[in-house]
């Protein structure tokens, strides 16, 4: 364990103590990384547990992501923000429907029917939403007042179970969570 008296910890069981990753505070104590996991292919992962360590005191959620209109991104925020209890204000920063259906053209009466599932869900749990109208594949965030988490590929690189997508363009998948 690793403590610098600002109230974040870097825990390490036996194995990461011996050989702690190259982000680790515990070998780079300047970094701004307090957490870090690679996910494996094929094991399943609960995000709402991977997550709510950093996300359940915080005032204010900000979720970016060009897809979360995705059925597996909303799958995974919705079992987030119920976690939450309604103490934080989320905001979802996700392309507007215009932008998003135009991206899913291939497909666009699924295209249609995710992004009305993403605006019950946004009235379901009064969540404020900036749109924005560029698409493409940016980095997903999840920025908060304490913590910036980068989440490659977002919660649409993981399966219901919370299996991740790990492919010949996606080799690895890494979270890491830095302190503002």
Do not use: W
Request: some cysteine; overall charge neutral.
């Amino acid at each position: 364990m690793f403590n610098e008296g600002l109230n974040e910890v870097e825990i390490h069981c036996l194995k990461s103590f011996l050989s702690p990753d190259k982000e680790s505070r515990f070998t780079n104590p300047s970094s701004k990384v307090i957490h870090s996991k690679t996910f494996e292919e094929n094991k399943e992962y609960n995000l709402t547990n991977e997550l709510i360590l950093f996300l359940r005191d915080s005032k204010e959620i900000k979720y970016i992501d060009n897809y979360l209109a995705n059925p597996n991104s909303r799958y995974h925020l919705e079992n987030l923000i119920k976690s939450l209890e309604g103490k934080s204000e989320i905001i979802f920063v996700t392309l507007t429907k215009d932008a998003y259906l135009e991206n899913n053209k291939s497909d666009i009466d699924r295209a249609k029917l995710n992004y009305s599932e993403l605006e019950k869900l946004i009235k379901k749990y009064n969540i404020n939403i900036e749109n924005i109208e560029r698409s493409g594949h940016l980095e997903r965030y999840i920025i908060t007042d304490k913590y910036e988490i980068s989440l490659p590929g977002g919660f649409d690189q993981f399966s219901r179970k919370g299996i991740p997508n790990i492919n010949d363009k996606n080799k690895i998948l890494k979270m890491f969570v830095e302190r503002k």
